[in-house]
């Protein structure tokens, strides 16, 4: 059992709080304006509205980084105008197929 839970945690990508941007690091909390600042502007942004229970929404925003050439995308998750997780996708130009095709 714990050589399958050890192989699985190999598939497992980290989810964490913060970003290396060139030689500057972001960290949970900072705000849009702070990880603007220290690296660029995003590949993409999608902002939503998340409803956690009746009277209580947290204004959602996801900004996509290229991180350069054979290093993995990052998706950085907002809430409120907070950075409250960081992460890790594919790397560019990476194609998922579906079992079948």
């Not at 497992?12 to 060139?22: G, K, M, N």
């Amino acid at each position: 059992m714990r050589v399958v839970l050890f192989i699985l945690s190999l598939f497992a990508l980290p989810v964490t709080a913060e970003i290396r941007c060139d030689t500057e690091l972001v960290t949970r909390g900072a705000t849009h304006h702070e990880v603007r600042e220290r690296c660029g502007v995003p590949l993409s942004e999608f902002s939503f509205i998340d409803y956690r229970y009746p009277g209580y929404a947290v204004y959602v925003d996801e900004w996509l980084y290229d991180m350069g050439r054979n290093r993995f995308r990052r998706l950085l998750q907002f809430e409120n105008g907070r950075l409250v997780r960081v992460d890790v996708r594919d790397k560019p130009g990476r194609i998922r197929r579906s079992r079948g095709e």
